[in-house]
């Protein structure tokens, strides 16, 4: 069997890490193609090297640009790549622009496409990723469920017939990281951040970043936290601020870069909350226990807030008050599974 996976962002890189491990474990031959839809060594390289991911076959190059320049522009550049390499299966992740072409320009080439985490729902038609999900799911021919919340969603848009319930990879890589973790992080000595006296925030999505009103109201309400906030600002963050006028720091917050992988694991176990508008940092801050505040009107993740580990709050002051609440009452439920999500995918794609 050959693989082909279809990755460009850096969420898509966590999720590629335990499928890579896997695919070599069962000796299966397994192509990379990154997009380029993100292109700074912090949002790219650094995965590769710090989840052992082997260096992708083909680098598009795509970058920077409007959703319809960056989803184009990969359509284009992928005909050539399948038409030279076709693989038994085109693997795509998530819910992004490189998602929803690698999607399209293998079943466009009468190519088997498989989506890893489908039948994830926002209902929030403003949001770019929802359609990315919504076209994905339906243009692939197996659809890889992360939940069996996802599977509900699948089978009320009829394609309870192509889907298969594998859980989450992010938990498998989450777990092998977590494991590794040295006692006391280097990480904290560098945020400057006392071990369980901070709280880790990331803001990067289009809908909160680019209302200058809305950013504005998350920013002041992470500087009034009563605790020392360390904002991971996204290249997206940064240059909105800066275009807005609206200082990232100020009050609680300290403004760092993005950190790789293992540091941000090391960060959210190491801190007393998380407060997000990132799909996948939800869901580690439950793995790990960490309650989290979520900027959104609504998430994928609904688990989470179900059992109390995850609040939804729209900007201004009920942002400070819900990230110093304290934790929720302890459970040991796993609706993202146990860290074998990447076996029970590879075992879809082999049955026939
Ligand atoms: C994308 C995904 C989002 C995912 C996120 C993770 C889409 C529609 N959105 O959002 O689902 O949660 O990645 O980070 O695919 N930029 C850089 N350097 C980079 C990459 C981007 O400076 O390496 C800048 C771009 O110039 C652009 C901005 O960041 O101004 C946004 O990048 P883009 O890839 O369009 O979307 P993200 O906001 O990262």
């Not at 050539?80 to 080439?109: C, E, F, I, R």
């Not at 994905?136 to 298969?164: F, K, N, W």
């Not at 990281?177 to 999505?205: K, Y």
């Amino acid at each position: 069997m050959k693989v082909l996976s279809v990755v460009g962002a850096r969420p898509q890189f966590v999720k590629l890490a335990p499928v890579a491990d896997e695919c070599a474990r069962r000796g299966v031959e397994h192509l990379i193609v990154h997009t380029g839809q993100h292109y700074d060594p912090m949002l790219s390289d650094i995965f590769f090297a710090d989840l052992g991911i082997p260096d992708p076959d083909v680098h598009l190059g795509v970058g920077s640009g409007s959703h319809g320049e960056q989803t184009g522009a990969i359509l284009a550049r992928m005909d050539d790549v399948l038409t030279q390499q076709p693989p038994d299966w085109v693997l795509v992740y998530g819910d992004t622009n490189s998602t929803l072409a690698g999607a399209l320009s293998a079943v466009k080439m009468h190519l088997p496409v498989a989506h890893l985490e489908a039948g994830l729902r926002s209902f929030n038609r403003r949001m770019p990723e929802e359609h990315n999900r919504v076209l994905t799911d339906h243009a692939a021919g197996l659809l890889l469920a992360p939940t069996q919340v996802a599977m509900g969603h699948l089978a009320d848009e009829g394609l309870a017939g192509r889907s298969v319930h594998v859980g989450d990879v992010m938990v498998d890589v989450l777990r092998r990281v977590r494991a590794e973790l040295a006692d006391t992080p280097a990480v904290l000595d560098r945020l400057g951040m006392p071990s369980g006296g901070f709280c880790v925030a990331t803001i990067h999505r289009a809908d909160n970043t680019d209302d200058p009103q809305r950013l504005a109201a998350i920013l002041g309400a992470l500087a009034q936290v009563d605790h020392p906030v360390v904002l991971l600002a996204h290249p997206r963050l940064r240059e909105r601020a800066r275009a807005h006028g609206i200082p990232l720091d100020g009050g609680a917050v300290k403004v760092h870069d993005p950190l790789s992988y293992p540091d941000l694991v090391a960060a959210v176990a190491a801190s007393r909350g998380v407060v997000t508008d990132s799909g996948g940092l939800q869901k580690e801050a439950f793995v790990l226990r960490v309650p989290c505040t979520t900027v959104r009107p609504e998430t994928e993740w609904v688990e989470t807030v179900e059992l109390g580990w995850n609040v939804l709050v729209e900007p201004g002051l009920d942002v400070a008050v819900a990230a110093s609440r304290p934790p929720p009452e302890a459970t040991d439920a796993a609706p993202y599974g146990t860290g074998h999500a990447a076996a029970a995918v590879l075992d879809a794609l082999a049955s026939p």
